[in-house]
């Protein structure tokens, strides 16, 4: 008779489920894929912070080309005084016939009432809201000073000095406006406007209203 030392009794290893291994992948995959939703979204800001971002345009600013004459207004829309502040006789009225021959409206003309020399060219007096007027007869008195005055009504003076030679050319003129220049166009725009201005102005000055009287110029 054998004994049971002899032929020990085996046992079967406990068998391991089927579905366990893949239940095991799974859940390590669901781990894995929630990490990296975790790490993108810390590094790349959330879907609110985006939004935000693309809903806020950033300011800019851009060049572009323009010609002076798309901005600046007609000569007839140019109410002019012109004033004599020389020595020489018949100036005002030589300068008013060609500016009226350009179109400009002429209203008066006469020695300069301000009564006080110009050395240069000429001299643009205009109110803060004949900006645009000053410029476009500084194209036509190259040379010529703009000066701001304290001045409410739309008319400009303009004051001959003893620079003063002629109206420029009008082919000289025309090329001039319509010419190209870089501008500066957007709301990031900052510093100082492209250039394009033909004389720099100088502080506003109080306006000078004098009774005209006999003068032994001829204007």
């Not at 007869?137 to 701001?148: D, H, K, N, R, S």
């Not at 003063?164 to 010419?179: H, K, R, S, Y």
Request: with cysteine; glycine share 8%.
């Amino acid at each position: 008779m054998t004994s049971m030392r002899e032929n020990p009794i085996r046992r079967r290893p406990p068998s391991r489920q089927p579905w366990l291994l893949p239940a095991v992948i799974v859940g390590a995959v669901a781990v894995a894929v929630a990490l990296v939703i975790v790490v993108v979204r810390l590094l790349g800001g959330s879907d609110d912070t985006a939004s935000s971002a693309e809903a806020t345009p950033s300011a800019s600013c851009s060049t572009v080309m323009a010609a002076p004459a798309d901005e600046l207004p007609l000569p007839e829309k140019v109410k002019v005084n012109v004033y004599n502040a020389t020595d020489t006789s018949g100036l005002a009225s030589q300068t008013a016939r060609d500016l009226k021959r350009r179109g400009f409206a002429v209203l008066e003309v006469a020695n300069d009432p301000v009564g006080l020399p110009i050395e240069g060219v000429a001299r643009i007096r205009y109110g803060p809201n004949s900006a645009q007027r000053a410029e476009l007869l500084a194209y036509y008195i190259p040379g010529a000073e703009l000066v701001e005055i304290k001045r409410k009504g739309p008319k400009i003076d303009l004051a001959i000095g003893d620079l003063f030679t002629q109206i420029a050319p009008q082919a000289e003129v025309d090329a001039t406006l319509n010419a190209p220049t870089p501008e500066l166009v957007g709301a990031g725009c900052f510093g100082v406007p492209a250039t394009g201005t033909p004389a720099t102005g100088t502080p506003a000055i109080e306006d000078v209203t004098i009774e005209e009287s006999p003068s032994p110029l001829a204007e």
